[in-house]
């Protein structure tokens, strides 16, 4: 079956440290790779998104590099904000078409100044 | 890309029944309600994709969707159970191909006494 594996949190970096929150995956086919960030008391974001192999999706100094042969599509950033913390989750849409998005468990984040 | 939900924060009864409301002006054909319990990742109750239920993810029948045009998805609630208690997430999103990004509204926090 479709599903998606994050390393477990809480992660509590210091301000301006480097990220890194692991998220690997198990799909048939081609699936697609999205991360969404969820602020607290708010609805989730999207982050950034890659839909075939080797594509990387970036925004806001996030990172993420589509990798088939490691089934991986790990979140990077070079300097973390204390604006940053957040819960972030790792998700999937199969190459099926039913519109069904498949969530990790999520990460949260804590940056301290 | 605005999805908006009302009302932000709802309080019921077991006995009462109460509808939450989603609504987008993105063009989106398909609509979703999704269920997050704190500390958890949205787990999917319904899809919509032009204007027809697609898929229900074998959600008790207190729960009730309605989708009376394509920029609106109601859903309406009835002898709900404490345990329902949640925030209810709507997202909509082009179609459901699945490189389509869901876009999520802020949500509606219930809490059922």
């Known amino acids: 079956g479709n599903s998606v594996t994050q390393m477990e949190g809480p992660v509590t970096l210091s301000e301006e440290a480097f990220l890194t929150i692991n998220c690997t995956y198990t799909?048939?086919?081609?699936?697609?790779l999205f991360w969404y960030v969820q602020y607290p008391g708010e609805g989730l974001q999207l982050l950034l998104k890659?839909?075939?192999?080797?594509d990387k999706g970036s925004n806001k100094g996030f990172e993420a590099t589509y990798r088939k042969e490691t089934t991986s599509f790990h979140l990077e950033k070079g300097s973390v904000q204390v604006s940053d913390s957040a819960v972030y989750f790792c998700?999937?849409?199969?190459?099926?078409?039913?519109?069904?998005?498949?969530f990790g468990q999520g990460t949260t984040l804590q940056v301290k100044p | 890309t605005e999805v908006t939900q009302t009302p932000k924060h709802l309080v019921m009864g077991m006995t009462n029944k109460k509808s939450l409301k989603c609504e987008q002006h993105m063009g989106h054909r398909a609509m979703y309600w999704y269920k997050q319990k704190a500390k958890k990742p949205p787990e999917l109750m319904f899809v919509y994709s032009y204007e027809k239920l697609s898929i229900n993810e074998s959600v008790p029948s207190r729960f009730s969707p309605e989708c009376p045009n394509s920029s609106l998805l109601n859903l309406h609630l009835h002898a709900l159970q404490p345990e329902d208690s949640a925030l209810y997430l709507c997202?909509?999103?082009?179609?459901?191909?699945?490189?389509?990004?869901?876009?999520f509204g802020p949500g509606t926090r219930l809490l059922v006494l």
């Open positions: 890659a839909t075939k192999a080797d």
């Open positions: 799909a048939t086919g081609y699936p697609s």
């Open positions: 997202a909509s999103s082009q179609g459901t191909v699945n490189q389509e990004t869901q876009y």
């Open positions: 998700a999937l849409t199969p190459y099926s078409n039913t519109g069904k998005l498949i």
